[in-house]
């Protein structure tokens, strides 16, 4: 029975894209607002920062930005996020190893974008800064946030995790804010496959053909006397008795291909699997979680086209993280039977995932058709080959905002 997930979108035909309004950034209390992104094996710092309030403290010329002028603010801004924000939390802490910051403008349809215009406005210009630190199963963190613009009062620091979205408000007296993830959640982990089902063989079997046809020559050459010598007789029953020793000790085993409602729980399990390699943020981690599921040339070719389909298209940083596969269709594909150690079947598969990003929820609903070829490697199954017939892409930005609650 294939696997199906409630409220999946059905007869996609296209992208779709669903227009919200933008978060506002230009009130003054806004001038600096701060994000905390929490998934299950990283943990992002975000800001997005107005350039205008800091004209006078920066001595900035009035009128458009230039490039000099625009990179001297971004390496001021790296330098104060990464100094005057800490976050700590239980375990050792967290080392951002990757950051980006650029100027970004909001964009209707995918929250923000990178702001290329050779000049830009300084009445306009926007920044917005990643830190991500690859950690596992953040569940609580306090953050000293030091770092407000001139004559901020207030800042907001929303946070993004897989409880409800929270939010707190900080100020340049109460600084400090704790946060503790609302319920018990537990981290994805590699979905177990079926066991793998093997007979017994004897691949030597066709040898009792031989030894039958030495052992009764030889009884034949003593009843009819035809005058064999008895070295010969002995040679052709040793000769038989080793032949059909060899056939009957000589033991193997071979995969018995597994029924279809097997097939159906080793694909939904390889594919959930491989998705999963893409939780942890890490590429070593990524890579060998990946190679538990794909095997051959097909590895680097999966890791290097998901991991582009999951990030977000031009802002840089985050991917989108997939919570949920639905395994719609499973039949077998031409030519797909005939050796026991592999099999071949067309699936039809939907996967629902999002990320939060400088306070925007990205939501992704993909529709995949292909052809699959999933092969016996030592003890397990493994795909090894994936030919994309068709897919399909649904893509929803929404802006989710909490109430702000005492730090």
């Keep these: ?70 990179e001297a603010i971004l390496e001021k801004m790296e330098g104060l996020f990464a100094s005057e924000v800490e976050v700590r939390i239980p375990e050792s802490p967290p080392r951002f190893t990757e950051r980006t910051v650029r100027f970004i403008v909001p964009d209707a349809e995918k929250g923000f974008v990178p702001d290329v215009r050779d000049a830009i406005p300084l009445d306009e210009a926007l920044v917005g800064l990643t830190f991500s630190a690859a950690v596992r199963g953040v569940s609580e963190l306090e953050l000293d946030w030091l770092w407000f613009a ?41 979905r177990e496959l079926p066991a793998m089902e093997t007979r017994e063989t004897r691949p030597l079997r066709l040898l009792l053909v031989p030894a039958l046809a030495m052992g009764l020559g030889a009884v034949l050459a003593v009843i009819r006397r035809r005058g064999l010598s008895l070295a010969r007789v002995g040679g052709l029953l040793a000769g038989g008795c080793v032949a059909g020793a060899l056939a009957l000790g000589v033991r193997g085993s071979e995969v018995v291909e597994p029924e279809d409602p097997v097939v159906e729980e080793i694909l939904y399990a390889l594919l959930r699997n491989t998705y999963h390699a893409f ?9 060998d979680t990946l190679e538990a599921s794909v095997t051959g040339p097909l590895l680097e070719r999966v890791y290097l086209e998901m991991r582009e389909s999951l990030e977000l298209e031009e802002t840089g940083g985050p991917r989108v993280r997939v919570y949920e596969i ?47 070829t999933v092969s016996a490697v030592g003890d397990t199954w493994k795909i090894s080959g994936l030919d994309l017939l068709n897919e399909e892409r649904v893509r929803k930005i929404s802006r989710r905002e909490a109430a702000p609650e005492s730090s």
């Design 279 to 287: 939780d942890f943020r890490d590429e070593e981690a990524i890579y």
């Design 326 to 372: 639905a395994l719609r269709e499973c039949r077998e594909a031409d030519g797909g039977g005939g050796r026991s150690e592999r099999f071949r079947r067309r699936a039809e598969w939907v996967t629902i995932g999002e990320v939060t990003h400088w306070g925007h929820t990205h939501e992704r609903t993909n529709r995949y058709e292909a052809e699959m």
């Design 150 to 190: 001139p004559g901020q009062e207030r800042l907001v620091v929303e946070v993004a995790s897989r409880g409800k979205p929270s939010a707190r408000v900080l100020t340049p007296v109460e600084n400090t804010m704790r946060w503790r993830q609302s319920g018990g959640s537990d981290l994805p982990s590699l």
């Design 1 to 70: 029975m294939a696997r199906t997930v409630s409220g999946v979108l059905t007869g996609m035909t296209g992208i779709v894209c669903c227009l919200v309004p933008q978060m506002q950034v230009g009130a003054a209390e806004d001038a600096i607002r701060g994000f905390v992104g929490v998934e299950p094996f990283e943990l992002r710092l975000e800001a997005l920062v107005r350039v205008e309030p800091f004209r006078d403290a920066w001595e900035l010329e009035p009128g458009v930005l230039g490039a000099v002028e625009r």
